[in-house]
């Protein structure tokens, strides 16, 4: 079997689409709390 062929993608196609779910998810969120860092990074690879 052929293996699927992965796209690699950009800085923006991965910002676009983390707006696009944020736009779709309901809010408001809080994010306080024990074990909360207020910063994040996202590693594409996922």
């Known amino acids: 079997m ?3 062929q ?3 993608l950009t800085g923006a196609e991965v ?9 779709e998810m309901p809010g408001p969120f809080d994010l306080s709390g024990r074990g909360h860092e ?3 990074t996202f590693d ?3």
């Open 38 to 40: 207020a910063r994040c």
């Open 2 to 4: 052929a293996r699927k």
């Open 15 to 23: 910002g676009s689409a983390f707006d696009q779910a944020a736009l």
């Open 6 to 8: 992965r796209k690699k």
């Open 44 to 46: 594409r690879s996922l």
